[in-house]
């Protein structure tokens, strides 16, 4: 038995194999072999990882930390409860020792720890934009033992 015979059969005497159903199948069967072939081939192409060149630092650690002290001192908190008068938050982390860290892609990572929490912020290595580093879920918050501030 040939594989033509397999596909379309003959239905009788002098019938043309040639009919829709067999166009129908060797559409589906071929686009099933090309959708295949184009995921292996996709999956060993794209098997490179490229890593993106680093941004070397245009700043160092000690600028960076002077701009988050800067921003600390004009910064206001609420309270640990959120109940309190507004106050600086530069009282909070005057004493504190901070760390810094560059990520490489132009951003400072600066942290300081304050009651057993620890406190991110990110500056922009061209700006000195500081901004708060949300390293916390807001549903992680309230499972703390102590209670953070927002600075």
Not at 73 to 95: I, K, N, P, Y
Request: glycine share 4%; hydrophobic share 40%.
């Amino acid at each position: 038995m040939s594989f033509l015979d397999y596909l379309a059969p003959r239905r009788g005497p002098g019938r043309s194999r040639l009919t829709k159903t067999l166009y129908a199948k060797i559409g589906l069967y071929t686009s099933v072999v090309a959708v295949g072939v184009f995921i292996l081939v996709s999956v060993l192409r794209d098997d490179s990882y490229v890593e993106p060149e680093p941004i070397p630092a245009t700043r160092n650690s000690v600028e960076v930390i002077d701009e988050v002290q800067r921003y600390l001192q004009t910064a206001t908190h609420t309270g640990f409860l959120r109940q309190d008068e507004l106050a600086s938050c530069w009282d909070v982390f005057e004493d504190k020792k901070f760390n810094t860290e560059y990520l490489q892609f132009g951003a400072w990572r600066i942290d300081a720890f304050y009651e057993q929490v620890r406190y991110f912020w990110r500056v922009d290595d061209v700006t000195m934009e500081v901004t708060r580093d949300y390293w916390l879920e807001p549903w992680k918050q309230n499972q703390l033992n102590h209670p953070t501030i927002e600075c």
